[in-house]
C-alpha cells in the first residue's frame, strides 16, 4: 500500500518529529481515520503505537551502545524531557531505562 508505506517511511526518517495522527494523515493524503484504519489493516497497531515502539527500538539500540545519555536519546527520539522519555519507555519495555541498560551491561 503505497499511503501506508509513505506514512512508514516518514515515522522511519524522522522518529523524532512531531509526530501526531493528523500530522501523519496529512502527509500522505489521507484522512485521518483512513489513515488510522489502514495502518492498523497492514502493519498491525495505530500508527501512534508503532510510532512509540520504534522509538524505544531506537532507544535501546542507544542505551545499548552507551555512547548517549538519556537527555541525548530522549532529544534524538522525540521526547522533550528525560524524564517523558523514562516514563514511556518504562510503561513500554517493562523496566526503566537506566536498569535497562545497566542489565545490558552486566
Excluded: N
Excluded at 515515522?11 to 489513515?35: F, I, N, Q, V
Excluded at 536519546?73 to 524531557?81: F, K, P, T
Excluded at 523514562?86 to 545490558?104: E, H, N
Amino acid at each position: 500500500d503505497r499511503q501506508i508505506g509513505r506514512a512508514l517511511s516518514l515515522l522511519h526518517a524522522a522518529p523524532g518529529a512531531g509526530w501526531t495522527l493528523e500530522r501523519l494523515a496529512k502527509e500522505t493524503g489521507m484522512s485521518r481515520t483512513s489513515l488510522s484504519d489502514r495502518f492498523v489493516h497492514f502493519v498491525g497497531r495505530p500508527p501512534m503505537q508503532y510510532l512509540t515502539l520504534w522509538r524505544m527500538q531506537l532507544a535501546s539500540e542507544m542505551l545499548s551502545a552507551g555512547a548517549c545519555s538519556m537527555a541525548q536519546i530522549a532529544a534524538r527520539i522525540g521526547y522533550e524531557s528525560e524524564a517523558a522519555f523514562s516514563r514511556a519507555f518504562k510503561r513500554t519495555v517493562g523496566t526503566a531505562p537506566a536498569q535497562w541498560r545497566a542489565l545490558r551491561a552486566a
